[in-house]
């Protein structure tokens, strides 16, 4: 079975990802989380078929960790709003995937803050399933905020970079 340790990086990177459920299951042991609800873990031994859609009990472990994750949940931060005035297009996420600053871990970043760049300047990879995407400026202008992390998780939608039309 897994540890809570593993538990715990399994509800990190869940929550990170756009998967709303996952399911887990090796030796008749099972455990299910579902996003923003609640971990459950119930043994797979053959039950009744009637036991089957009863709600599982969380033993004291898993109510601890279900109470640790809302605990540990971040406070929205408001963000000021003179930061609007710092610059006039976003770059967002066009999928779900993982962000790359630089096309291989031992070459420089495509951009950093400060940079120029033009319409067509590749400014990071978002990797899907093994599929390299590399994702381009579409505007002129000048890097003025890096939003996201080498090696993170990205939303689609989710804004990667700031930038301040030229």
């Given amino acids: 079975m897994l540890t809570i340790q593993e538990i715990k990086q399994l509800i990190e990177q869940l929550d990170q990802s756009s998967i709303d459920e996952f399911t887990y299951e090796v030796n008749g042991e099972k455990i299910k989380v ?5 971990v459950s873990v ?3 031994a053959p039950q009744a078929p009637a036991a089957v859609n009863e709600a599982p009990q969380l033993a ?3 109510e601890l960790l279900t109470q640790e994750r809302q605990n540990s949940q ?3 931060k408001e963000e000021p709003q003179s930061a609007a005035a710092d610059y006039d297009h976003e770059i967002v996420s066009p999928m ?4 790359y600053s630089s096309p291989s871990p031992d070459q420089p970043a495509y951009v950093q803050q400060g940079d120029h760049v033009k319409e067509d300047t590749i ?20 890097i003025t905020e890096i939003l996201v992390e080498n090696g993170e998780l990205v939303e689609y939608g989710q804004p990667l970079f700031r930038i301040k039309n030229a």
């Fill in 60 to 62: 004291p472990a898993e």
């Fill in 74 to 76: 971040p406070e929205a």
């Fill in 34 to 38: 579902k996003k923003n609800k609640q």
């Fill in 96 to 99: 779900v995937g993982t962000f």
């Fill in 123 to 142: 400014v990071c990879i978002v990797e899907a399933m093994k599929l390299f995407n590399e994702i381009e400026a579409d505007v002129k202008g000048t």
């Fill in 42 to 44: 119930v043994n797979a």
